[in-house]
């Protein structure tokens, strides 16, 4: 089993839709949590940490569940430019980073 | 401000033959990761390094070595190439406890 799981998608949503992701970890001492982003072909981004009370930038939320070991990314108001791979990111003891295989987002018009 | 850089960009190798990956980063950070992307896996660590001198395994390391030579630069090097190998490879830094890393923007290598 990975230490970290995503639904590979993809999801395809038309614009003005709400989408969420989830993500599993298997790790219960993680300590950290972030989503990236990547779009085709380009390196991983970091679009925002996960705190345990849950936080928000703007059109994307972010949830972190300890209890259950499952994050969340909720998108409102899909754009197009909002079509990429949404990557699950945990990372725990000496800042070892381990990466989900990826949600794969498409918005259409 | 560079940010992390890789060299090269893309690599043609021959089975057998070897190789080293070169990563450098300007922004003082103590954490350097490489990974390998391949298509349905997602980003898999290879090795990292949490300090200059040290460095430990991650979860697909036969095959790779690594060294950090000094703050700024990790390099990764395949002693004999497989087509296994065959995939797109990112280095990374991170400024430790926990915070973000910043990746190169990868190295695409066919072993043939």
């Known amino acids: 089993r990975k230490e970290v799981e995503q639904d590979p998608g993809p999801f395809n949503v038309p614009e003005g839709a709400t989408v969420a992701f989830n993500c599993t970890y298997s790790n219960s001492a993680s300590q950290s949590f972030f989503w990236y982003r990547q779009d085709c072909r380009k390196e991983p981004k970091l679009l925002m940490s996960?705190?345990?009370s849950g936080n928000e930038d703007g059109r994307f939320t972010a949830q972190l569940n300890r209890a259950s070991q499952y994050i969340s990314l909720l998108i409102r108001d899909s754009k197009l430019s909002d079509s990429a791979t949404y990557l699950c990111v945990v990372s725990y003891n000496t800042d070892k980073l381990i990466f989900g295989t990826g949600t794969r987002l498409q918005v259409f018009p | 401000n560079a940010g992390v850089t890789q060299t090269p960009k893309f690599q043609v190798l021959k089975t057998g033959q070897s190789m080293t990956l070169q990563c450098a980063q300007d922004m003082n950070h103590n954490s350097m990761y490489w990974y390998r992307q391949d298509p349905g896996m997602g980003l898999r660590l290879i090795y990292y390094s949490a300090s200059e001198g040290t460095t430990d395994k991650g979860e697909v390391p036969n095959g790779y070595n690594v060294s950090r030579l000094n703050k700024r630069e990790f390099s990764l090097r395949l002693e004999s190439a497989a087509p296994s190998q065959t995939s797109v490879y990112f280095c990374a830094s991170g400024g430790g406890d926990h915070t973000e890393a910043f990746f190169g923007q990868g190295t695409r290598l066919t072993v043939v």
């Open positions: 996960v705190y345990s």
